[in-house]
């Protein structure tokens, strides 16, 4: 069972189904169903991109809805300007970077300890685990101003990081938990009896057979700290430290009614996610099974 | 000395993995004990400080003064919290019901390699790597008085249907919904779609020959070799309706008069701009109890599912 | 429990410092160096909550211009930085100095201790030595001591394009029933008379609650009202909302969409026509239509009641934790001297009003003279629903009336459940 789980994961390319009769007809309504589906889903994203490049003067005449009738860099010109948005996504590197990095790597230690040993009470300890990641951030925010506080990591990064990495641990555990436990344990055994110790069958064994997992999460790791507002304001309070999100904020304050500048900030916000996204793409669709087809 | 309170009472499963594993090493403790004093050092102590705080009444300055469970009596008298309490609940089914149920026919339609299909996916799940800030200023565009979903009313001759959705109580939850869903469908559907590749494609087949319909074949060979993917996709869209306070507080703020408001944005408001912590934190209490019930439900029957092959 | 508080903090450290070991042991990069780098305390630190681009030039230039020490400025949006003003004063290592208002607000910061006495520029050759006893009167905490430092102040009233109401043929009006004609003349050229954006920022709607109250029942019932000396369902705001009723159908009804700024663009384009907003208007509409602004008075509605007007005061107050407490002073004297006054207000394109009376108000521009003159004529000066109150029962009104703005027929059971939210607001 587990090992064609297996299979199925290092091998996911799957040929074409052969043509069968009668299946034409059924490709046109395929087709006719999600091509509009398609442009109704982009439609929101197109119009804020239009948007985006419309003039201030010409949003404000004409209204946000009407056909564009100039084109424009000002909304981007100020949003990476004035709204310091440049530096804002600078930070952002600086922050989700190492936090993915960092969540991974423990969130993989703790895994690698509950699946594949026989730790009392594990799964107690990966249902506590995933519950603390389940808890409403707000009932963290004052404490967690504090406790930074009092470690002195209150307005730094590394505060931010850290608390990034704590409340994200639970979920990554759970699901390389989930990952690793499909992994046979006759690779591991072999291992052992070759004299490998618990670091090196982590290392060498159980890391490189996670890699498709790994990507998948650092990509859902990526996005979620880059996109988070929550945090970030309640960690850091000097403007030049804020990442995008908060930025972004910061910024619609600033520009209430400029729909132009909001929107390009928006799209700046945005894009470092999607090619991320991209990028990681393929190890989304075959990593997301994640050990979880029992 | 820190993990025996973790050790709860549960019997460790001896026997499935005893060849060798019986004895845990000491650099495995130690692999377990670092993430979890992370975890513990920042979520369950600043949540067992909240708990202590929901019991109080505080307001950031100053010393926080014992009261008991006063404030979780007052809650079930305030009205507003009661409101908030039930757009939850329509929040939870709308949310979780519309982008499962969305997600996984898109899932189904977009599986087989067509031509085309690496588009449609793409333009689909494209939403999901906007930040719920971004998503909702998106929307909050296109909800104008005079945006695109009136001006498109419009021009199909359906004035009687345009609406100021986020400023009309009676659309503001469902308008904040629909971004709110847009963001999520292609995020349910990637799930799905990494379930379905982990299916096997001759079962299917083999129903096809035996002349099953496209609805049987689902219902019968896909679904049950779905339930893995229904558990992530679960504890996932779990997770992402208690987030969800960012694309609220974005668009409406909870208004207009407390109408789209949900639990977070209402603790929220409590907590930061009234400055009531200890009700504040008696609402984050009631939001993490909802939340403990599905969680537990789920990993319990996600354990058993697995001791049972 | 008298060591329940000790014990708290006792739960808050301890555990923090067992993350701290685990966070720094686990991360191989981090250093505890970092952790430093805020305690210098020769540089100073001003949280400003003045996100808006204008203003935040405005004062990113004049707190450049200060050489004394160096200041880190941070600007934060307005509603975070509401969010986090108690988290900031409570820190330890706080912001030095930081914007906010005059009024109770500030008197309730500093009735918990955490505003540094200023007391000291009140008096002598101080700055704020030569502003107005009212001001100072405002700056000034229960226990008698100074904790604010007032730089600037605007006036309400109703603002409206010269060139339209030519085009119309109208003009301003005086009294209450001169103000419905207008608004039926206005309305019969298929404009709307009235602009407000209760949106995103629904409090614009108590904008006309005050006005009505302080012309039915005067500015004393009024301040009575929002210490909770009154109850709104009384039979004075009822009477209120009766005239507020009457101005229902000259709004805009896309207004309630809007936020202020956006409301705004219709009066800007002469698709409405008038807009009772405080002077920050001249932020949010066009630079070519500046000079055709102007506004007049909300009009009488009962001759007896002296006439009151809305006039907000901002400014800055300090931390009493702050490590650099004569640097801070010194900062705030500078912030209130006449000629940062000057420089801030001529940046930031506002149309505030110096609290300095030494600050030269003759080059300003027409619209701002006539607003010195519009305060100066008032018998009685309120802030605004907020600053006379708190945030918190703002948010009773912003709840009632928006509400009322959509049911005006419901004006009982929302009268009623205003003085219930409202009373527990006053009780707490």
């Known amino acids: 069972m587990t090992a064609t789980a297996m299979v199925d994961i290092a091998a996911p390319a799957r040929s074409p189904e052969p043509e069968r009769l009668g299946r034409r007809k059924r490709r046109w309504v395929f087709h006719a169903v999600m091509i509009p589906l398609t442009l109704v889903w982009v439609a929101p994203m197109i119009f804020v991109i239009v948007l985006a490049f419309r003039s201030f003067d010409d949003i404000s005449q004409n209204g946000t809805a009407a056909w564009p009738t100039s084109f424009s860099w000002d909304g981007f010109s100020t949003a990476l300007g004035a709204g310091n948005m440049g530096r804002a996504l600078w930070i952002s590197i600086q922050v989700t970077i190492p936090a993915v990095l960092l969540s991974l790597l423990l969130a993989s230690m703790a895994a690698y300890a509950l699946s594949r040993y026989a730790i009392p009470g594990r799964r107690a300890i990966l249902l506590t685990m995933l519950a603390g990641n389940l808890l409403p951030p707000q009932i963290l925010l004052i404490p967690v101003a504090r406790i930074t506080e009092s470690l002195g990591v209150y307005d730094t990064l590394v505060g931010l990081i850290a608390i990034h990495v704590g409340f994200g641990l639970g979920f990554y555990t759970f699901v390389l938990h989930g990952f690793m436990r499909s992994i046979p344990a006759e690779l591991t055994e072999a291992a052992r009896i070759d004299g490998a110790g618990p670091f090196q069958i982590y290392a060498r064994i159980i890391m490189p057979l996670c890699r498709p997992s790994l990507a998948a999460l650092a990509a859902l790791a990526t996005t979620w700290i880059f996109n988070d507002l929550i945090w970030s304001i309640t960690v850091l309070r000097t403007e030049a430290k804020l990442p995008v999100t908060a930025a972004l904020l910061n910024l619609q304050g600033g520009y209430v009614s400029n729909w132009n500048v909001v929107a390009a900030a928006s799209i700046v916000a945005a894009v470092p996610t999607a090619i991320v996204f991209f990028a990681f793409q393929r190890h989304f669709v075959s990593g997301l099974l994640m050990g979880s087809t029992k | ?309 | ?428």
């Open chain 3, 1 to 428: 429990m008298v060591h329940s508080e000790l014990s708290r903090r006792g739960f808050l450290a301890g555990l923090g410092g067992l993350g701290a070991a685990t966070i720094l042991g686990g991360c191989a990069t981090g250093s505890s160096s970092d952790s430093g780098s805020s305690s210098n305390s020769t540089t100073l630190t001003l949280q400003s909550s003045l996100s808006d681009a204008d203003p935040k030039a405005a004062l990113t230039k004049v707190v450049g211009d200060y050489t004394k020490t160096k200041v880190t400025l941070n600007t934060i949006a307005i509603e975070t930085f509401r969010a986090q003003l108690p988290t900031y004063l409570n820190s330890g290592n706080p912001p030095d100095v930081l914007t906010w208002y005059a009024g109770s607000v500030a008197r309730d910061y500093a009735s918990k201790g955490f505003l540094l006495d200023v007391s000291d520029l009140w008096t002598g050759n101080g700055a704020c030595a030569g502003f107005s006893p009212a001001l100072k009167e405002l700056s000034t905490g229960a226990d008698g001591k100074q904790i604010f430092v007032p730089t600037n102040y605007y006036w309400w009233g109703l603002f409206y394009r010269k060139s339209a109401f030519q085009q119309w043929g109208v003009q301003p009006p005086t009294t209450w029933d001169q103000f419905i004609a207008l608004c039926k003349t206005i309305k019969s050229k298929g404009v709307a008379p009235l602009t407000m954006g209760t949106g995103s920022t629904p409090w614009v709607a108590s904008g006309w609650f005050d006005y009505l109250d302080l012309r039915i029942n005067g500015a004393e019932f009024h301040r009575d009202l929002l210490a909770g000396k009154h109850s709104f369902d009384g039979p004075e705001v009822k009477n209120v909302m009766e005239h507020y009723k009457q101005l229902l159908e000259f709004f805009d009804p896309k207004g309630r969409s809007y936020s202020w700024q956006d409301a705004v663009t219709p009066l800007a384009s002469k698709k409405a026509g008038m807009y009772l907003i405080g002077a920050f208007i001249t932020t949010a509409v066009p630079s070519n239509v500046v000079d055709d602004l102007d506004f007049f008075r909300v009009p009488i509605i009962d001759p007896n009641i002296p006439v009151a007007e809305e006039a907000p005061t901002d400014g800055y107050f300090a931390s009493a934790k702050s490590h650099n407490t004569q640097g801070a002073k010194d900062l705030l004297s500078y912030l209130a001297s006449p000629d940062a006054q000057q420089e801030f207000i001529k940046l930031s394109k506002s149309s505030n009003l110096p609290t300095s009376q030494k600050v030269d108000t003759s080059a300003f521009p027409p619209l701002v003279q006539k607003g010195i003159k519009h305060l100066n004529e008032t018998k009685a000066i309120t802030q605004f629903f907020n600053r006379d109150s708190s945030d918190e029962l703002q948010t009773t009104a912003d709840t009632a009336l928006t509400k009322f703005l959509d049911k005006p027929g419901d004006v009982n059971s929302i009268l009623s459940a205003w003085q219930a939210s409202a009373k527990k607001v006053i009780a707490s």
């Open chain 2, 1 to 309: 000395m820190t993990t025996t309170t973790l050790e709860a009472p549960v019997a460790a499963p001896a026997g499935r993995r005893a060849g060798g594993a019986r004895r845990v090493p000491k650099v495995v403790w130690l692999f377990l004990l670092v993430p979890a004093l992370v975890e513990i050092g920042m979520v369950f102590w600043p949540a067992l400080n909240s708990f202590y705080i929901s019991l109080t009444k505080w307001n950031g300055l100053g010393v926080a003064q014992p009261v008991g469970l006063d404030n979780f009596r007052a809650l079930f008298s305030d009205e507003v919290f009661r409101g908030a309490l039930k757009n939850n609940v329509i929040w939870a089914i709308g949310f979780g019901g519309l982008s499962v149920l969305g997600g996984l026919a898109l899932a189904v339609a977009l599986n087989r390699p067509r031509r085309g299909v690496g588009l449609y996916r793409s333009a689909i799940y494209l939403p999901m790597v906007f930040s719920l800030a971004v998503t909702g200023l998106f929307w909050r565009v296109q909800y104008q008085p005079d945006g695109t979903i009136n001006t498109l009313l419009g021009a199909v001759g359906l004035e009687s249907l345009e609406r100021q959705w986020l400023a009309d109580p009676t659309t503001a939850l469902y308008a904040v919904l629909v971004a709110a869903v847009w963001r999520q469908v292609g995020y349910v559907m990637v799930l799905y779609l990494a379930g379905l590749k982990g299916t096997d494609p001759t079962l299917d087949d083999a129903a096809a020959v035996d002349g099953a319909g496209a609805w049987q074949r689902f219902r019968f060979v896909t679904w049950p070799q779905l339930r893995g993917v229904n558990t992530v996709v679960f504890a996932v869209t779990v997770i992402d309706s208690l987030r969800t306070f960012d694309i609220v507080w974005a668009m409406t703020q909870g208004g207009p008069y407390h109408s789209s408001e949900l639990l977070s944005t209402y603790m929220f408001q409590q907590g930061f701009t009234f400055l009531n912590l200890g009700y504040a934190s008696s609402i984050a209490v009631v939001i993490f109890a909802l939340a403990l019930v599905f969680i537990i439900t789920y990993l319990v029957r996600a354990t058993k599912e697995g001791a049972d092959t």
